[in-house]
């Protein structure tokens, strides 16, 4: 079975700049979360979709984060203007079940994000 | 809400060592349990998982056993490599809530 793919793998932008990430879910799983993983800390969920629903947005910063997930496949997870404190791997995952489900996710390799 | 806790690290081992990192959970109901491992460079991987209590989850020789009574869900094995090195991580998901990580556990182990 095909993982979760994310692109790009690396990104290094300016401060104030704008930048996308992808994310290829696997194949049939219903619900995709966007986490972002500080250096020396744990992924913080920034995002959830259940197909093209958002299900939980609540640690995402709106005023300059967003994302969406079109026709229930594929996400694009956007940083718009960036700062020096959003520097972090952005990890997209998937799960088979729904929103209130307890089976494991499933990570991509992650898009390291370094803003100077 | 739900919350995990987890032995800080960094550390640091000899090949052929018994590993041990600690986890203690918060939750509501009954959630799922999981341990994460992320290699250098790389994503998230499931490492083993339990569902439900008294349940053991291994893998790699890894294993964790769900302690209700205790709230824990502690990492062993009983013989690291070199190959082990990598950051650990303890996760809950249940209840209808997201999968809540620990801080995560830095292992290094020298041949």
């Known amino acids: 079975e095909a993982g979760v793919a994310q692109s790009p793998r690396y990104k290094i932008i300016e401060k104030r700049q704008s930048v996308a990430f992808w994310c290829n879910p696997i194949s049939g799983h219903a619900t995709l979360y966007w986490y972002q993983q500080i250096l020396g800390q744990g992924p913080k969920l920034l995002i959830q979709?259940?197909?093209?629903?958002?299900?939980?947005d609540s640690q995402l910063p709106k005023d300059r984060f967003s994302a969406e997930r079109l026709k229930g496949v594929d996400s694009t997870l956007k940083i718009q203007p960036a700062k020096l404190e959003d520097s972090a791997v952005y990890l997209c995952?998937?799960?088979?079940?729904?929103?209130?489900?307890?089976?494991?996710?499933?990570f991509g390799n992650g898009t390291r994000l370094t803003v100077t | 809400g739900n919350s995990v806790t987890q032995m800080e690290g960094p550390v640091t081992l000899s090949e052929e060592a018994f590993l041990t990192i600690n986890c203690t959970y918060t939750?509501?109901?009954?959630?799922?349990l999981f341990w994460y491992v992320q290699y250098p460079g790389e994503g998230l991987q499931l490492l083993l998982k339990a569902t439900k209590a008294d349940d053991k989850g291994s893998n790699k020789g890894f294993e964790a056993t769900y302690r209700k009574e205790t709230t824990s869900f502690h990492l062993e094995k009983g013989s690291v490599q070199v190959s082990d090195s990598a950051v650990y991580f303890c996760?809950?998901?249940?209840?209808?809530?997201?999968?809540?990580f620990g801080a995560g556990t830095t292992v290094t182990v020298r041949a």
């Open positions: 996760a809950l998901r249940g209840g209808g809530y997201k999968l809540s």
């Open positions: 979709f259940q197909n093209n629903g958002v299900v939980d």
């Open positions: 939750a509501t109901g009954y959630p799922s």
């Open positions: 995952a998937s799960s088979l079940d729904g929103s209130r489900g307890r089976a494991p996710l499933h």
